[in-house]
């Protein structure tokens, strides 16, 4: 049965003196335009079964946020933890799964290896991947997929340059950190470690996390061939109108753009996606954001929950701004129900468990006969780059979602001039033959600085096996001048802490542990509120973001 609103209107009776007009003379239709018969019988095949069959399904999104779910327990929240095999990172996985409601994402080169890190600091991870509590993911950070991120509410980035000397199967005498031996470059490059890696887990995080909110996208144009399958264009053709919009790819977005007209008693044109093989669910999440650039109009975004064509939609109106990009949040209760352009006082609100189809749409009226104050009729252009659902923090506070270790002595290669000997730790003496690794370590962090995701950067002195000595008989000092030596179990319990520690956001910090016979520091609370944000325009030492010469060889 053909959709009521997809019904061609009657055409309009011509008198017996209309018929008697001379052929020579054209007819005039008081105030109507010519109504495009064909236009409509183009939209009414697209959405048909026999569209559908004709130019193929489209990619389900459906399907695709389906595979990209993660296996949590609904409201568990995920961490993800690069360098997971490192001595430090194990022991982060080690204590987060400790914590309820907290599931771990490891990413490793190697699960095996994966394995037998976390049986070193009493972890089962058979056990614990068995619970749902431990996520094992085999990558590096030169292969990072959309899918890494899934429900990811912060990240423990642990990956560093494997650094050490000549040792032992089980490298004790690099993880003792006391005694100095001679280091070397053991893998790969500190350049590609701590600069490329760390920029490419940067790059993946700054999509994913906005100042407190995760998300996952829904819907990406980046496939000519996608788009065409699963979008039309639907305009007030359909109820004899003249307006006409369309939708192509441009630099991988939508771009609904055409020509609204009030003529015919008409006044809206929108584009809409064919109804989905299976309803979406994106019910772990809070809302829909929309990253778009329009033209000083309102659009509405609208979208279906029900398997119907011409059923209740859910619609919110957006002004945009001229030729600006701009991020639209549109939590799912903001979202209005209406049956064409009429709202529902009882009715039901956006189901995120169901969503069937998309549309955007401009439009003369907003709802019951109100008209939309940005709207004119004429030449119309709206740029999607995406739809994503995206997950709010729950108290709006802003904590950091990126912790990252460092190192001690980072810029003490580039203000030499400050420091005696004693004062450089063998990693600073060695930079140089090290692949100046404390100039790539330094890139990494200003790569972190520079991304908008809230952070901490910890720089830790020289990592040791040692028991821990607690959070109150820790140093926390800033300026980068700091000597001594801290326990890695005491490091894995502060990037945890920093996690809950507003406080911390956007903040660089070196910690060593208290000199043996000293007074205790007081209360790490204190302290750590004391510690100041970073102010990278005001350093005189390097330009922001660093970034290492291009050394040449001779």
């Known amino acids: 049965m053909t959709p009521a609103f997809l019904t061609p209107p009657p055409l309009p009776v011509r008198s017996t003196r209309a018929r008697a007009v001379s052929p020579r003379r054209p007819v005039m239709s008081s105030g109507r335009s010519p109504w495009p018969f064909s236009r409509f019988v183009q939209t009414l095949l697209f959405y048909s079964p026999l569209g559908r069959f004709l130019h193929g399904p489209p990619t389900d999104p459906a399907e695709r946020v389906r595979s990209a779910r993660v296996s949590a327990t609904p409201g568990d929240s995920v961490v993800l933890v690069t360098g997971a095999n490192g001595g430090t990172g194990r022991r982060v996985v080690r204590d987060l799964l400790r914590k309820k409601g907290i599931v771990v ?16 600091v009493g972890v089962d991870a058979e056990q614990e991947r068995k619970s749902g509590k431990l996520q094992v993911v085999v990558s590096d950070l030169f292969n990072i997929r959309p899918e890494f991120f899934d429900n990811v509410v912060a990240v423990a980035s642990c990956t560093g340059v494997n650094v050490g000397p000549a040792d032992d199967p089980d490298r004790s005498k690099y993880f003792q950190g006391v005694k100095f031996y001679p280091p070397s470059i053991l893998d790969d490059t500190p350049e590609n470690v701590e600069f490329v890696g760390i920029g490419n887990l940067v790059e993946a995080a700054k999509k994913y996390f906005k100042e407190g909110a995760g998300q996952i996208p829904v819907l990406t144009f980046s496939d000519d061939e996608i788009v065409r399958k699963q979008w039309g264009a639907l305009d007030d053709v359909v109820m004899g109108g003249v307006s006409k919009g369309s939708v192509r790819t441009q630099n991988g977005c939508l771009v609904f753009s055409g020509f609204v007209s009030t003529d015919n008693s008409g006044g809206f044109s929108s584009a809409r996606t064919t109804d989905f093989a299976q309803p979406l669910d994106v019910s772990q999440y809070d809302g829909f954001r929309l990253r778009v650039k329009g033209d000083g109009k309102s659009y509405k975004f609208i979208v279906r929950c029900e398997d119907k064509w011409d059923g209740i939609a859910h619609c919110f109106t957006f002004p945009t701004k001229s030729g600006e990009w701009m991020d639209v949040d549109i939590p799912f209760d903001q979202f209005r129900a209406v049956f064409r352009a009429k709202t529902l006082p ?97 890139a990494g962090e200003d790569a972190i600085r520079n991304s908008g995701v809230p952070y901490t950067i910890l720089r830790p002195c020289a990592l040791t096996e040692e028991e821990a000595v607690g959070m109150d008989s820790l ?6 001048t700091l000597l001594g030596n801290v326990s890695r179990d005491d490091v894995a319990t502060l990037i945890i802490k920093a996690f809950d520690t507003p406080a911390l956001v956007d903040v660089t910090v070196e910690v060593s542990k208290t000199g043996e016979g000293a007074a205790s520091p007081g209360p790490s609370e204190q302290r750590i509120d004391g510690l ?23």
């Open 532 to 554: 100041q944000q970073d102010q990278v325009e005001s350093r005189a030492y390097a330009q922001f973001p660093y970034v290492p010469a291009v050394l040449q060889e001779t």
């Open 105 to 120: 994402r490891a990413l490793v080169r190697t699960e095996a290896k994966l394995v037998e890190a976390l049986a070193k």
């Open 475 to 480: 140093l926390f000092e800033q300026g980068d």
């Open 346 to 442: 009882d009715g039901k609100p956006l189901d995120p468990k169901k969503v069937y189809a998309f549309q955007v749409m401009l439009s003369k009226f907003e709802y019951d006969g109100e008209l939309n104050p940005n709207f004119s009729a004429g030449p119309f252009q709206l740029q999607i780059e995406s739809v994503s659902a995206y997950k709010q923090s729950g108290d709006g506070v802003i904590r950091p979602k990126i912790v990252h270790i460092s190192t001690a002595a980072v810029t003490r290669v580039l203000r030499k001039s400050e420091f005696t000997p004693e004062q450089l730790p063998p990693a600073a003496q060695m930079n140089d033959q090290l692949g100046r690794i404390l100039n790539w370590k330094f």
